[in-house]
């Protein structure tokens, strides 16, 4: 079962309302159908998806991430859709996540959810041609991505990069002071918005959000943290570790 779930909006019969909530990945994950991880599979996602051809979507988002390409196409099927899609995230919105939060026409976010950009990670192995061959793909995969953001914030690529470069977290009100999301919910309007400049992203880091209630936050940091840790430059097995972590073109 997909961790993503479409059902009649009960104020509307016009609008539909989407739930992603979980980890992204392509419809042939052979490790996810061995374990039984439950996954957003954009095969599925967009069968359904035409079968609410013309309505108006609200999609709900609290996901970590996972496969860049699978984001990629529920990120155009959402854009494709004929009809209003409204992004709202109430949880997080991190990785390729956030990719797809851009597809929205509209993007709110909770006062207590969190979006983050980072750069594409990717698993290579071979000589050392098809290690720097990986490097490039990941340069080009990157390019991709930036024009989801730069689509939705006007941002140029550069500053887009170098947020990606700093692994980016943002709170609501940063989110939209920085253009990746149009409001607030349960606010009336933009200008409600406390927006004075934040200073960027080690004010929102990983470090900062510790203490969230949601467990599932504390161990994808924790994760994220002691890949980060074996990754540093004095690690002598660094090139190593980078060319065997993580997971193929992931956010």
Same mark, same amino acid.
């Given at each position: 079962?997909?961790?993503?779930?479409?059902?009649?909006?009960?104020?509307?019969?016009?609008?539909?309302?989407?739930?992603?909530?979980?980890?992204?990945?392509?419809?042939?994950?052979?490790?996810?159908?061995?374990?039984?991880?439950?996954?957003?599979?954009?095969?599925?996602?967009?069968?359904?998806?035409?079968?609410?051809?013309?309505?108006?979507?609200?999609? /709900?988002?609290?996901?970590?991430?996972?496969?860049?390409?699978?984001?990629?196409?529920?990120?155009?099927?959402?854009? *494709? %859709?004929?009809?209003?899609?409204?992004?709202?995230?109430?949880?997080?919105?991190?990785?390729?996540? !956030?990719?797809?939060?851009?597809?929205?026409?509209?993007?709110?976010?909770?006062?207590?959810?969190?979006?983050?950009? %980072?750069?594409?990670? =990717?698993?290579?192995? =071979?000589?050392?041609?098809?290690?720097? %061959?990986?490097?490039?793909?990941?340069?080009?995969?990157?390019?991709?991505?930036?024009?989801?953001?730069?689509?939705?914030? =006007?941002?140029?690529?550069?500053?887009?990069?170098?947020?990606?470069?700093?692994?980016? /977290?943002?709170?609501?009100?940063?989110?939209?002071?920085?253009?990746?999301?149009?409001?607030?919910?349960?606010?009336?309007?933009?200008?409600?918005?406390?927006?004075?400049?934040?200073?960027?992203?080690?004010?929102?880091?990983?470090?900062?959000?510790?203490?969230?209630?949601?467990? !599932?936050?504390?161990?994808?940091? *924790?994760?994220?943290?002691?890949?980060?840790?074996?990754?540093?430059?004095?690690?002598?097995?660094?090139?190593?570790?980078?060319?065997?972590?993580?997971?193929?073109?992931?956010?």
């Amino acid at each position: 079962m997909p961790f993503w779930n479409f059902k009649n909006n009960e104020e509307n019969s016009e609008e539909i309302d989407l739930r992603i909530d979980g980890d992204i990945a392509m419809d042939d994950d052979f490790w996810s159908m061995l374990f039984g991880i439950e996954n957003v599979t954009p095969k599925g996602f967009m069968a359904e998806l035409t079968q609410h051809k013309g309505k108006d979507i609200n999609v /709900w988002i609290n996901s970590y991430g996972g496969d860049v390409y699978a984001a990629s196409r529920i990120y155009t099927a959402l854009k *494709e %859709h004929k009809g209003k899609v409204k992004v709202k995230v109430d949880g997080v919105a991190i990785s390729a996540a !956030s990719v797809i939060a851009m597809a929205g026409d509209e993007i709110l976010m909770s006062p207590t959810s969190i979006l983050m950009i %980072h750069n594409p990670w =990717g698993n290579f192995q =071979g000589e050392a041609k098809d290690l720097r %061959h990986g490097a490039d793909v990941l340069d080009e995969v990157k390019e991709t991505i930036i024009n989801a953001y730069q689509l939705k914030t =006007g941002k140029s690529r550069a500053k887009i990069s170098q947020m990606m470069d700093e692994e980016t /977290w943002m709170s609501a009100k940063k989110a939209v002071s920085e253009g990746f999301v149009d409001g607030m919910l349960y606010t009336q309007a933009k200008e409600e918005i406390d927006t004075e400049p934040v200073e960027n992203s080690f004010m929102f880091s990983r470090f900062a959000i510790q203490n969230s209630v949601n467990s !599932s936050t504390k161990q994808f940091l *924790e994760q994220y943290s002691k890949m980060l840790k074996a990754l540093k430059p004095d690690n002598k097995n660094a090139e190593i570790l980078k060319a065997k972590l993580a997971l193929e073109c992931e956010l």
